[in-house]
């Protein structure tokens, strides 16, 4: 049996004051935006001083880190969760969007407009790994018209070459070309105020998101683009969300992709 109480008292508290630190923080963002977190402003509220509370956390980049980590692991519950209850691709583009709605301050962290001078560190995407295994899990159980044993399209030679992203995940490259599919553009749509803007086409933002994961059932054919290798206009791929289209960058908002 695991021995009991093992921490001191010393470190119960600093891990008091660390848990407090993060909720203040937490109510700035939700007030303010990232961009304007206070490290003095928190000390000031909590009765500190600016160098004591250095003690806790070393900067500013070290606490909005933190933030990111929680952000990701609030997600990454959510969407467990939902998938231990059945949720298909489409289920979880819903919980994508009720945490979202329920914790809007965490969605515009990790998704919204960068902060100034902030990268997050790699290890950030071993929490939001666990996000796109869940989503490749999902994408993988969707039927497939395509034969395993067919040729290779130019877009799944170039995932089986440039699949590191799904973090060892097994899935086929269809199931890959569909969790690209369909993430970026759910996570963006998710909650009114996120690019694209979809009420400018009539829609509204779940009204969106069922638009876009209903199409993800069909076969990685269908979900090429109709106008064939050359693109709608003959130009390349039609637009940064068509499945045609390698990520540009890891980077999205204060987080990383997978």
């Not at 009765?47 to 606490?63: C, H, T, V, W």
């Not at 809007?104 to 902060?115: V, W």
């Not at 109709?226 to 890891?250: K, L, V």
Request: glycine share 10%.
């Amino acid at each position: 049996m695991a021995e009991q109480g093992t921490t001191t008292p010393r470190e119960r508290y600093r891990a008091q004051v660390r848990t407090e630190i993060k909720q203040r923080a937490w109510e700035q963002v939700a007030t303010a935006g990232a961009s304007a977190l206070s490290l003095n402003a928190i000390a000031k509220q909590m009765g500190m001083s600016g160098p004591a509370l250095y003690r806790y956390f070393s900067g500013r980049d070290e606490l909005i880190t933190e933030l990111v980590k929680d952000a990701y692991r609030s997600l990454a519950d959510t969407f467990r969760a939902a998938s231990d209850a059945g949720a298909d691709l489409t289920g979880l583009a819903h919980a994508l969007r009720g945490w979202a709605l329920r914790d809007p301050h965490r969605y515009f962290l990790i998704y919204g407009t960068p902060i100034p001078g902030y990268h997050a560190p790699d290890d950030t995407t071993a929490i939001s790994s666990e996000i796109m295994a869940t989503i490749l899990d999902a994408c993988a159980a969707l039927p497939s018209e395509v034969p395993s044993d067919g040729p290779a399209t130019p877009f799944d030679a170039h995932l089986e070459g440039h699949r590191d992203w799904a973090r060892g995940h097994p899935a086929p490259p269809a199931a890959l070309h569909r969790a690209l599919t369909f993430w970026q553009p759910a996570a963006r749509r998710a909650v009114p105020g996120t690019r694209p803007p979809v009420r400018r086409y009539g829609l509204r933002p779940g009204a969106a998101l069922r638009r876009r994961t209903g199409r993800l059932g069909r076969s990685a054919d269908e979900l090429s683009c109709a106008a064939g290798p050359a693109g709608r206009h003959g130009r390349g791929p039609c637009s940064p969300s068509c499945p045609r289209t390698p990520p540009r960058s890891s980077v999205i908002g204060n987080g990383r992709i997978p």
